[in-house]
């Protein structure tokens, strides 16, 4: 097999949680972790955000795994009955859950006499796992196949992260590089849109913005290259000062 | 037709940009509608987050608006290039985009002799839609059968949801009330997963945290009903002394 320089690599994020998806709980973990898979030359592709519903979990667990090269879910892999990522992975990807040995290794080097049977449920795994370590509270994370199993609690999340860096193949990083201005993005848009179309490779996100009584824009430029980046944001400057608006290299 | 007083009203909704996905902006949007469309007896029961692409938005509102009484879609509704919500919409539902004559007369009154063509951009909807009035920058939101077209910045969609105050038709909104201990939730996972088989109609939720050097957790109850929420509470802080936790009767 050869590696393919310019294949894109994608992932998914499987947000599991009530406490979601009634507002009572901010989720911070998909800001991280996309930031963190840009790092690895992975694009985030697609995030759903589903109950904590056998059904729901098992349905877009196998949409997502095989629409992308890597899906990651974040919750529900605690110690209570609310807790049941692994069993609707499980029978998503149609294998047993089992106690895992080393997981259970782990967890009794942790709880010594007090491993009750609560806490044997942050063993359990789908069956042919393996384990991620989890440097903050000891219960691992879980992968099977192309499947990242983690905690909703983001210091936990954002540990196993860590242990995860750099282990996953992916591409080329996208690169990022913003130019500014106090305007209505509506004066540039016919601006932005040509300086798009005459750089293949590129995109511009327009992101506007009210403050301090004025209005602003954000015109985020994103290419795997480097140098095209840099052409892209100086033709950018100079298209805006064209039509008179004064531009900042840099975000507001 | 009768009206069904147990009917559960369920809605989705989609955050449609690149910003998310990239990990550049963090999403405001989700928990404040969670709240709002409780208060209105809607669940919010599905998220997904797409990018910009007219494929990936079509896919998701097809598979989202077939599926729930209500969608929602945040994001890519202004004026330039990579704003084409509009658009895929349109194309999901089979209908052509037109420029609204409502739309467009606001925005004659707004803009007055610098409606550029840019800006006229705002005016066009999917054939068949009604407007949703947007008191902060005028650019309506739009509603189309049960789709209804939001803004991304987050001032601007929580006018378009204060237009839409009591307007959707909804059903028994879930109550919420919260039990907490200084606790590790594993000790408490048997209580809580007793206490709510005894009481059908309830959910327990248990949200630990890590604070001040010491371990605790939440558990919510949510139920439509408000005495069955008190028997509930009332039940669980009697379960929980009886295994030598002290319950709070709050948030922790």
Redesign the interface.
């Known amino acids: 097999m050869t590696v393919d320089p310019a294949r894109i690599w994608t992932a998914a994020l499987l947000?599991i949680?009530?406490?979601?998806?009634?507002?009572?709980?901010?989720?911070?973990n998909?800001?991280?972790?996309?930031?963190w898979l840009?790092v690895q030359g992975i694009?985030?592709?697609?995030?759903?955000?589903?109950?904590?519903d056998m059904a729901?979990i098992g349905d877009a667990v196998n949409a997502l795994r095989t629409a992308h090269d890597y899906l990651f879910t974040t919750g529900g892999i605690?110690?209570?009955?609310?807790?049941i990522t692994v069993d609707a992975i499980a029978a998503a990807l149609g294998v047993p859950v089992i106690i895992h040995p080393d997981a259970r290794a782990i967890l009794a080097g942790y709880y010594g006499d007090k491993l009750?049977?609560?806490?044997l449920?942050?063993a359990r795994t789908p069956e042919g796992a393996s384990l991620i370590e989890n440097p903050r509270?000891k219960a691992p994370g879980i992968r099977v196949g192309n499947v990242f199993i983690m905690a909703g609690?983001p210091?936990i999340t954002q540990g196993m992260l860590a242990a995860l860096d750099g282990q996953l193949q992916g591409g080329a990083p996208?690169q990022?590089r913003t130019v500014a201005a106090w305007t209505q993005?509506?004066?540039?848009?016919?601006t932005?849109?040509a300086v798009?179309k005459a750089h293949p490779g590129a995109?511009?996100?327009?992101?506007?913005?009210?403050r301090e009584g004025r209005t602003g824009a954000n015109f985020?430029i994103?290419a795997t290259d480097a140098e095209l980046l840099a052409d892209v944001a100086a033709a950018l400057m100079t298209a805006l000062r064209d039509i008179g608006i004064e531009p900042v290299d840099g975000e507001l």
């Open positions: 947000i949680g009530d406490e979601i998806l009634s507002g009572r709980t901010q989720d911070a998909l800001a991280y972790l996309a930031k840009g694009r985030l592709r697609e995030v759903r955000v589903v109950a904590d729901a605690g110690p209570t009955h609310d807790d009750t049977d609560a806490r449920r942050m509270t609690v210091s996208v990022s993005e509506s004066a540039a848009a016919a932005l849109a798009e995109q511009i996100g327009s992101y506007p913005f009210w985020v994103r």
